[in-house]
């Protein structure tokens, strides 16, 4: 069974420094892109980036650019979203998902990160 | 890039067929037949329902169905039922290589 399995919310303070996880098990890791997507609060999806475990090639989308930075450690089938300087603004829920057929077909539970001071 | 759009609302009754468009741009929903969907239930994760334009996941009802027309998409869902109520939001590849979502559609069941 494909299972992707996020870390734990997280509750930061603006300028603090945040990385989270995303596990996979049950295909091969290494074989399917995954992708980042951001849900703020009462808001729509919005798509962050990918990366491909296998080589770690990773592309972003404009609009997170320079804000994130996604990374992948093959080892250990996990896949990782970061920050280096909290905003509030990044309060939001965030999902990791196998990318295929040019889709999202496997979410992980979502990871909720709130900065506040 | 601006999100693809989506009506914000939608509605039917027990039974009924409704249909969620989602319009783009030649750049996205019309260059590709790259168009997926999603349905999420308040406090779930998204779920595929639909990719590439028309094709259903592995244990998605076939009262979900998908297709395209230029620069618009829809997903159609017959013979609604009450679990269906959900926010659905349509998603694209684009000339940039990445993917776009739509704004996200409400759909209650009456």
């Known amino acids: 069974e494909v299972q992707l399995v996020q870390s734990g919310a997280e509750v930061k303070k603006p300028g603090e420094s945040l990385k989270i996880s995303c596990k996979g098990s049950?295909?091969?890791?290494?074989?399917?892109?995954i992708g980042w997507v951001r849900q703020m609060p009462g808001k729509g999806l919005e798509w962050m980036g990918i990366i491909y475990p296998g080589d770690s090639d990773t592309r972003y989308s404009p609009s997170f650019q320079g804000q994130v930075t996604i990374s992948a450690d093959k080892s250990i089938s996990t896949a990782y979203l970061q920050w280096s300087s909290l905003k509030a603004s990044d309060t939001a829920m965030y999902y990791c998902?196998?990318?295929?057929?040019?889709?999202?077909?496997?979410w992980g539970q979502g990871t909720l990160v709130t900065v506040s001071s | 890039q601006s999100a693809l759009t989506q009506p914000a609302s939608v509605s039917g009754s027990p039974g009924q067929s409704i249909t969620i468009s989602c319009t783009g741009t030649s750049s996205d929903v019309g260059g590709y037949n790259y168009v997926s969907w999603y349905q999420q239930h308040p406090g779930k994760a998204p779920k595929l329902m639909i990719y590439e334009v028309s094709n259903r996941p592995s244990g998605v009802s076939n009262r979900f169905s998908g297709s395209k027309s230029g620069n618009t998409a829809s997903l159609t869902i017959s013979g609604l039922q009450a679990e269906d109520e959900a926010d659905y939001y349509c998603s694209s590849y684009t000339s940039s290589s990445t993917p776009l979502f739509g704004g996200g559609t409400k759909l209650t069941v009456l």
């Open positions: 998902a196998r990318h295929r057929w040019e889709a999202l077909d496997y």
């Open positions: 049950g295909y091969s890791f290494t074989s399917y892109w």
